[in-house]
């Protein structure tokens, strides 16, 4: 929260201007990401054309993302998101990717560094720009003390050097701007690790091996490789000051410090809910609306409770999904911290709604929705990341088990 802001009570009234926000996004999601969804899907590539499109109407664009991020009740972000993935989620993560690295360097950084690098991430129409952010690596998953991407400081020439390979980067390699975590000071494992800020063009950085994927395929995934790669010191997110100030504290044996990749997922969690909530809601529509007119035994299958019972549970799981995405929403947005774990919360609920969901919505179809005629089949393939990406289902729980016992689950 901004100083003299009043903060907004918690109220389930969604704001008029996030309205009409989110019936100008739905018409986009509708118009435009749906009828794209199945052939980017199928060419597994950078869907560009509605990259571009949307950059026209200033969807794709910092001061959208930035205007829904700041939106006092909360509610922007997840409304927002919930919409765009309901149109199709590898249409929508290629839409929002830049997004992670902007939240790590406006999260950590300072002013001049967002103000710097954010619109670099995002650029505007015939000028598209993307961001990558980097934590990642092959053998530093949910296990991201192991990083082992290292940060060098030249004194003499006020630069870093990095050397390293990242793994599964969002945008990774295709981005103009890469925000990376490296180790600075690895005896202090995840609390010794910076992020630093690659400028478009620099040299030593260059994509690996494209990932192809079971899902969200439309959205660029790669590895990013870090040979000899040279930045200037205020490249550093946040400044190195406040980095050998955090560096002294941990030398003189204090806990001090946050791990600079989880403060980057514990302020996007909530945001990841929202997508995951689009892709259940999305399914919940098309097996509801087939349930209603295919026919067998003479009646529609949603006739039969068995069907019935469970359009009402998925109903039941999407509901209960958003109010506890808009619950950390709402949280995040006031400056509360997440005593209860809520961020996690609300991406475990919502990432296995998602999975849920879109499996009884193959189901409610029977063959029909085995099959690439109908869109269910790629809502299954794509919902599942959501248990897999910026934290896992059980890595969440760690976080929510923790929250509740006090204890150091591992
Ligand atoms: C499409 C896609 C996009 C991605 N985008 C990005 C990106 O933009 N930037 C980025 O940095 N990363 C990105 N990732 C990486 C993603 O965040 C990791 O895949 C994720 O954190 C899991 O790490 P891992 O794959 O190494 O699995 P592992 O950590 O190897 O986990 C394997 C299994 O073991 C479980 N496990 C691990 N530790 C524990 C534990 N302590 N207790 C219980 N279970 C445990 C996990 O839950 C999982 O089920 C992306 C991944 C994908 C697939």
Not at 145 to 167: C, H, M, P, Q
Not at 269 to 281: D, F, Q, S
Request: hydrophobic share 45%.
């Amino acid at each position: 929260m901004t100083d003299g802001e009043v903060p907004a009570p918690f109220s389930l009234d969604v704001p008029d201007d996030v309205r009409r926000m989110r019936d100008w996004v739905h018409q986009f999601a509708r118009d435009v990401i749906r009828p794209a969804a199945a052939e980017w899907d199928e060419r597994e590539e950078m869907p560009w054309p509605v990259l571009e499109e949307a950059a026209k109407i200033g969807l794709y664009s910092l001061d959208f993302f930035a205007t829904q991020w700041f939106e006092p009740s909360g509610l922007g972000t997840p409304v927002a998101f919930e919409e765009i993935f309901w149109g199709d989620a590898g249409i929508g993560l290629a839409l929002t990717g830049s997004c992670l690295a902007a939240i790590a360097v406006s999260s950590n950084g300072t002013a001049e560094q967002i103000g710097e690098w954010l619109p670099q991430m995002f650029g505007g129409p015939g000028d598209l720009r993307l961001g990558a952010f980097c934590s990642s690596e092959a053998g530093a998953g949910s296990d991201v003390g192991a990083i082992r991407t290292r940060a060098v400081y030249s004194e003499a020439t006020d630069e870093w050097v990095l050397n390293g390979t990242k793994a599964w980067a969002t945008n990774g390699g295709i981005a103009d701007v890469h925000v990376v975590v490296a180790s600075v000071a690895p005896e202090h494992g995840s609390r010794g690790q910076a992020t630093f800020i690659i400028p478009p063009g620099t040299r030593g950085l260059s994509q690996g091996q494209k990932v192809r994927k079971h899902g969200v395929r439309a959205s660029h995934t790669a590895e990013v490789i870090l040979d000899d790669v040279r930045v200037p010191g205020r490249c550093l997110v946040g400044g190195k000051e406040r980095l050998d100030a955090r560096l002294a504290r941990l030398a003189e044996g204090g806990r001090a410090g946050e791990q600079a990749a989880m403060k980057t997922f514990e302020a996007s969690r909530p945001t990841v809910a929202a997508m995951a909530v689009g892709v259940a809601r999305a399914a919940f529509e098309v097996a509801r609306d087939y349930a209603v007119q295919r026919e067998q035994f003479g009646r529609p299958v949603g006739r039969n409770q068995a069907i019935a019972f469970m359009l009402a549970d998925m109903q039941a799981s999407i509901d209960a999904a958003r109010l506890l995405t808009w619950r950390a929403a709402w949280m995040a947005r006031q400056g509360r911290t997440f005593a209860g774990a809520e961020g996690s919360v609300s991406k475990l609920v919502a990432g296995e709604t998602a999975v849920r969901v879109t499996e009884q919505a193959i189901q409610i179809l029977g063959g029909n929705g085995y099959t690439r005629e109908y869109p269910v089949e790629r809502m299954h393939r794509d919902a599942k990341i959501f248990t897999i990406f910026e934290g896992t289902s059980e890595i969440q729980r760690m976080i929510i088990g923790r929250a509740v016992t006090g204890l150091e689950v591992r």
